[in-house]
């Protein structure tokens, strides 16, 4: 069985702060992916990052790095000056192979607020 | 490049009624997602779809629910009869899926919202 956790519901930060996003997995699979995906307010889930198991390296993109380590079985997202536009849930995923079957396992979701 | 298309975006319906959504994928993806959300939660998967096989339909209530994707393009989900606890949003997703231990990112659609009086 896998599992993804975002322990955080609701993060109301002020604009311009960083902030952190919080995913903890569970997998038996030597082989498996992560994601995150953003849903702001209209709904449409949108595709952020992908990372494989065996890639621990960092990545930054713009505003946004995500910190990969196995050895805690974390994928923390940081939002670096957020903005209003930031506003929206945001759901860590686990993609694995689990008795022949291609798992996809998301998260409950992290609400974030930026307040301007 | 169009996205992914679903009609309705909403839907109310009474209890014991029939319901059918459908989706269009990217053009070009091979796999196909049906997921359930529920409200403050995260998307929950039903079926996923290789080409015309559905290759994963554990979690979809089969007493209930059924799908299609007919010529491995576009696909149906159906619910009948309809109950009080399917009110959600129903996500359909597709991505390209090249080898067998490639798992890509998806790309999602609007959803329709189901609402189940």
Request: charged residues 20%.
């Amino acid at each position: 069985a896998q599992k993804v956790t975002q322990a955080q519901t609701e993060i109301s930060v002020v604009e311009k702060e960083d902030v952190t996003l919080d995913c903890v997995y569970e997998t038996r699979d030597t082989t498996y992916y992560l994601f995150w995906y953003k849903q702001p307010p209209s709904g449409e889930l949108v595709f952020l990052i992908r990372r494989n198991s065996f890639d621990e390296q960092n990545e930054i993109s713009g505003r946004y790095s995500w910190n990969f380590q196995k050895s805690t079985s974390s994928f923390n997202f940081t939002i670096t000056a957020s903005q209003v536009v930031d506003s929206a849930v945001y759901f860590c995923a686990l993609m694995g192979f689990s008795g022949g079957y291609q798992k996809v396992t998301f998260g409950t979701g992290t609400k974030l607020q930026v307040i301007p | 490049e169009a996205g992914v298309v679903q009609s309705p975006r909403y839907k109310i319906i009474e209890k014991k009624q029939p319901v059918a959504f459908w989706c269009n994928p990217i053009s070009g993806h091979n796999t196909l997602y049906w997921y359930r959300q529920n409200l403050g939660q995260g998307p929950e998967l039903l079926i996923r779809y290789e080409n015309e096989e559905a290759v994963d339909d554990s979690q979809l209530p089969k007493d209930r629910f059924s799908a299609e994707r007919l010529k491995g393009v576009d696909s149906t989900l159906k619910i009948q009869p309809a109950e009080l606890g399917d009110s959600a949003v129903y996500l359909c997703a597709s991505s390209l899926k090249r080898e067998w231990f490639s798992y890509n990112e998806q790309f999602f659609g609007p959803g329709t919202r189901l609402t189940v009086l």
